[in-house]
């Protein structure tokens, strides 16, 4: 149980999505974080409305139309066929074998079955009757049979890839969108979203290597406001429900002038200024449902910006875009995968605007590792029916969660789900779901079960979790259990307990938090503990773990210190975005020393000393606010910060402590401000500013000191100073700024120069600056193990990375530091940074 845990902590810090132990289980993990970069930006949270308002009717009967659609002359399933309820807002697509499903309210419909080459054909149906009326839910089989489309062209040029009607057709298309663009202020809709991982070395009834599905209610408001909540899920056996987060992702809109894709804004086929970007060829005139439909090839004129290429098809008269099949131009990276496809079926709902009823993406990923399969192909299908246009939205829908998970979404029955589902099965599909089913249950061989401890312990010594594995200087290694439940609706509860090996301590902890008010996100809670803890830095996040550098290398920036007492808190939400805590601490501090001195390479080097700290017993108040610009995943409970291009978020501080206050032996005031905005350059890569300040008045404590830790000596720290060598500066005064800009490969790629383009690196400049001092340099035992900064320390340096795209996914890169101020430490250094 408590490995299993630390698949999905490791899950959590990358953004969310490590789950099992077997090789299999890693690379779908992997792949599902790919997925989840192209949803993250529409993702929602539940929060104040009223989530009951939201989800999908249970209690009303509902008549589901199912069927098959094939070709009346060869027999052969007709995929992607749209199927609507004449005059209802909503619809359906058929999958590869020619299946639909289509779910109503009860009563009697006109079904109509489109595709283009084909002649549309309806049907009526109506639920069966019986005395006293129907209140059952019931199900209708209609097939269809759709005739191809043969038409009498006459005397009527033809164009092969033709150029100027093209030109004309998009001009078109360009001058309608404001109207297109005018006529929804908002809507909602219903979708059932499906994944497929599959290995492409396999033979396609073997090849399944991870399915997903999920029921999606989705809400959009003019100008851009986008959320989603999850009302139900199911997935494969080899991935636990709270790993499936797999939504619409936002539906790609082709009527706006720029599209977010990541960290590329990509010009939209149909912007405003899309001819000064793109070719338009006229390859074809198709019909469907008897209207005239141009079929139209985009190519970029500079293949290396970050442009679309593919088919897009707009209708004749009105000049919507109606489908839309697209790549990606070679300025578009997009990490470890090929071949991305975007594809988009529009259909007239409710005779208004043509909106998305199927929309999804493809790729590719060719892996070079060995024991691993070499190709995944990965499919994201969603479907989409139950619009409601312009209807109004409830107030307070778009708050700061853009994904929420029902707190229902893993306990609905089997029967509700299976005719819900909009985009049924493929028989491929449903065997994928039987046989991995059964091989997660089967006993596991015994080479399998080496190969999930090898790969554990991986993972224990690189993304780590410290509750049950983690290696210092101080407690050498320490082995331990530990949970973390959120089961229960407004409870939380943790607990540790686990032994360090070297320092010969039990450690523990023990609290809990329990929600008083779920608007206002007010908890209250406390801890008791007894167990090694680490000086605060401002580089090192709270979270780093040393435990691999530690033991391998004797590389550790932390300096620890031993806490026994308790801790009692509260948070609120002031208002969205925002976050309040105030906490009273009650501890007796004492000194630690370093108790190891092995490690597998630099058996030579000493591990640094741990320095003292003032023993004795704190009692402090300290309260933060932090605002935080990103929009949050509430995962049934669980709140997971999302990673968008663009935020800003800041937090300041302070804690008081003194003798006059319930006894403490400390007497300080200690106040902190840090910030860091993110924000993408139009096209001109990222660029990322960190910056913090701390001042203290009265007698601060070693324990308390601000401190710029070291970095790794052979590896960059991103946001980091990378020439100071393996010792930390501190002070009870500090400031420090850091700056970071991300060309990509912009630089090359605009350079005009062929062979440039075609580089696959990307460039990176960086530099910062820092200074730490004493107020009154305080004769405190360990002070000799700290540097201070009284003037500016300065470096600047620049980097190149994605340097091994033949090792994919694997991506190298090398940093060049130059340090311009005046301290003995490294003048210039040449480091290495190897990501995933």
Request: charged residues 20%.
């Amino acid at each position: 149980m408590e490995l299993k845990k630390v698949a999905t902590r490791a899950r959590a810090r990358q953004l969310q999505s490590i789950h099992s132990a077997t090789g299999l289980a890693v690379i779908s993990a992997a792949i599902l974080m790919v997925v989840l970069c192209f949803t993250s930006s529409v993702w929602a949270d539940p929060a104040t409305p009223d989530t009951a308002a939201v989800k999908p009717e249970q209690s009303r009967p509902y008549l589901v139309v199912e069927g098959t659609i094939v070709d009346d002359k060869t027999g052969e399933p007709v995929g992607d066929a749209t199927v609507q309820a004449i005059g209802q807002k909503t619809g359906a697509v058929a999958n590869k074998d020619g299946r639909f499903r289509l779910v109503l309210p009860q009563g009697q419909y006109t079904i109509k079955a489109t595709h283009v080459g084909h002649y549309a054909k309806e049907a009526t149906v109506a639920p069966a009757t019986a005395e006293g009326g129907s209140s059952r839910h019931q199900t209708i089989t209609q097939d269809f049979r759709l005739m191809p489309l043969v038409i009498d062209m006459g005397v009527r040029q033809v164009f092969i890839r033709a150029y100027d009607p093209a030109q004309r057709i998009i001009a078109q298309a360009i001058a309608h969108k404001k109207d297109i663009l005018s006529r929804v202020h908002d809507y909602s809709f219903n979708a059932y979203a499906k994944l497929v991982v599959r290995n492409g070395t396999k033979p396609d009834s073997q090849s399944i290597m991870l399915i997903t599905e999920t029921h999606v209610t989705s809400f959009w408001e003019q100008p851009d406001k986008y959320k989603e909540i999850i009302t139900a899920r199911k997935q494969s056996a080899n991935l636990p429900a709270e790993g499936n987060l797999v939504s619409v992702g936002g539906l790609l809109n082709f009527n706006r002038n720029r599209l977010d894709l990541g960290e590329y804004s990509v010009v939209s086929p149909t912007a405003t200024d899309a001819m000064d970007h793109y070719n338009y060829y006229l390859l074809d005139t198709v019909y469907l449902d008897n209207r005239a439909v141009f079929v139209l090839e985009v190519e970029p004129k500079n293949e290396y910006e970050p442009l679309f290429k593919g088919n897009i098809q707009i209708v004749d008269s009105t000049y919507d875009v109606v489908m839309v099949d697209m790549g990606l131009s070679k300025g578009i990276r997009v990490p470890m995968a090929s071949d991305f496809r975007y594809f988009q079926h529009m259909a007239p709902i409710g005779n208004e605007s043509w909106l998305p009823v199927q929309v999804g993406f493809s790729f590719r990923v060719n892996l070079d590792v060995p024991g691993l399969p070499k190709i995944i192909t990965v499919d994201h299908s969603v479907a989409i029916s139950d619009y409601k246009i312009d209807a109004g939205l409830p107030a307070g829908m778009f708050d700061e969660y853009q994904l929420e998970v029902d707190r229902n979404a893993d306990k609905v029955d089997s029967s509700v789900w299976s005719t819900r589902v909009s985009l049924p099965l493929t028989g491929l599909e449903q065997y994928g779901y039987t046989r991995i089913d059964s091989l997660e249950h089967a006993p596991k061989p015994l080479g399998k079960k080496l190969l999930a401890g090898a790969v554990m312990g991986a993972l224990l010594m690189t993304v780590g979790y410290p509750d049950v594995y983690h290696y210092s200087r101080v407690e050498g290694h320490y082995l331990g259990l530990g949970t973390a439940e959120n089961k229960y609706d407004g409870l939380r509860l943790r607990g540790k307990i686990g032994y360090g090996f070297s320092d010969h301590h039990w450690q523990g902890e023990a609290g809990g938090n329990f929600r008083l008010l779920e608007k206002q996100k007010l908890w209250v809670g406390g801890m008791v503990k007894d167990e090694i803890m680490h000086r605060p830095t401002t580089i090192s996040a709270n979270n780093y773990n040393p435990t691999f550098n530690a033991f391998m290398l004797k590389i550790d920036p932390f300096d620890y210190y031993r806490e026994r007492g308790f801790e009692l808190n509260a948070s609120v939400k002031p208002v969205d975005y925002t976050r309040l805590t105030v906490s009273y601490g009650d501890f007796k501090q004492t000194s630690v020393s370093s108790a190891v001195g092995h490690s597998v390479f630099r058996r030579s080097v000493r591990h640094r000393g741990n320095p003292p700290i003032l023993d004795g017993d704190l009692h402090s108040l300290s309260a933060a606010f932090r605002y935080d610009s990103r929009k949050l995943i509430n995962n049934k409970g669980v709140e997971l910060p999302t990673d968008p291009t663009d935020y800003f978020l800041w937090e300041i501080g302070a804690e008081y402590s003194s003798p006059d206050f319930a006894g403490s032996d400390f007497d300080f005031r200690w106040y902190y401000l840090k910030a860091q905005w993110r924000s993408k350059a139009s096209g001109l890569g990222i660029t990322t500013l960190t910056g913090y300040a701390g001042t203290s008045d009265g007698h601060l404590p070693p324990q308390k000191y601000f401190s710029v830790d070291f970095h790794d000596p052979d590896f960059f720290r991103t946001h980091g100073f990378n020439t100071v060598l393996e010792g930390n500066f501190g002070g009870d005064r500090m400031a420090s700024l850091y700056l970071s800009h991300d060309f990509g490969h912009f630089m090359f790629r605009s350079s005009g120069i062929e062979f440039l383009k075609k580089i696959p690196a990307g460039l990176v400049i960086h530099g910062g600056a820092f200074w730490t001092r004493f107020r009154n340099d305080p004769l405190y035992p360990g002070n000799e193990y700290l540097r201070t900064a009284p003037t500016a320390y300065t470096e600047i340096g620049f980097g190149l990375n994605n340097l091994t795209p033949f090792l994919s996914p694997f991506n190298l890169s090398i940093h060049f530091t130059w340090q311009l101020s005046p301290y003995d430490t490294e003048r210039y250094s040449q480091l290495t940074d190897f990501t995933f």
